[in-house]
């Protein structure tokens, strides 16, 4: 099994649940040289990360990597079973990380760094939020996560599952660019998520050493 993998990116989501699980993987470092070579668009039309080989099979995403390890390996207790009710809620986390929680965690991001590559967002959309447009936004798509979290550790009948790796990914994020108060639930979530030894083997240190 090989996961394709730059720091710092989503691709730390797919490595952190491959620790969590306890299962032996490769990692591939990517750097902008490789992105380019034709064999790695066979693996991933937009040339990005992460991209996991496991076999015949070859997947990007990290939602999706994340979503398949979990269920591969059910027996380690990372995704509810398909039968149980809590499956329900589990599904309704992972696509709530992607689809409604990162988008402003995003335009903040690049409103602070306009130096992100191009092929990330074209620049003429990049001026169309500010960052305090974007903060409103995200404040207003984190209530429910707010609310589940003032009685819980974790999302998921507070047990530590796939969905907790996926939304504490892009709270690092936030986490990072300074869009979380220290006095919120959130800001004491993701931290305690990073305490896990898991993260710790997976990011090796990348977030506390850089400054965004």
Known sequence: MKL????????????????????TYELVNVDMKMTQEPE????????????????EVTIFESTAICTYLADKYLEKGLAPAPSQQARAYYYQWLFYASVTLEPPVEH????????????????????????????????????????VLLNNDYLVENQFT?????????????LKLQMLNSDDILYKYVNN????????????????????
């Open 193 to 212: 998520l990073m305490q896990r030894p898991a993260y710790l083997l997976a990011d090796e240190g990348f977030y506390t050493k850089i400054t965004l």
């Open 40 to 55: 790695y668009q066979e693996l991933h039309p937009h040339r990005k990360v992460p991209v996991l080989v496991d076999s």
């Open 4 to 23: 394709y993998y730059i720091p710092t990116t989503r691709a730390v989501r797919p490595r952190w649940l491959l620790e969590e699980l306890g299962i």
């Open 108 to 147: 903040f991001m690049f409103a602070v760094l306009p130096n992100l590559p191009e092929k990330i967002l074209p620049a003429q959309l990049r001026s169309c939020m500010t960052t305090t447009e974007s903060l409103q936004w995200f404040n207003r798509v984190a209530e429910p996560l707010r609310n």
């Open 162 to 174: 796939a969905a907790d790796i996926v939304v504490g990914g892009v709270l690092l994020w936030a």
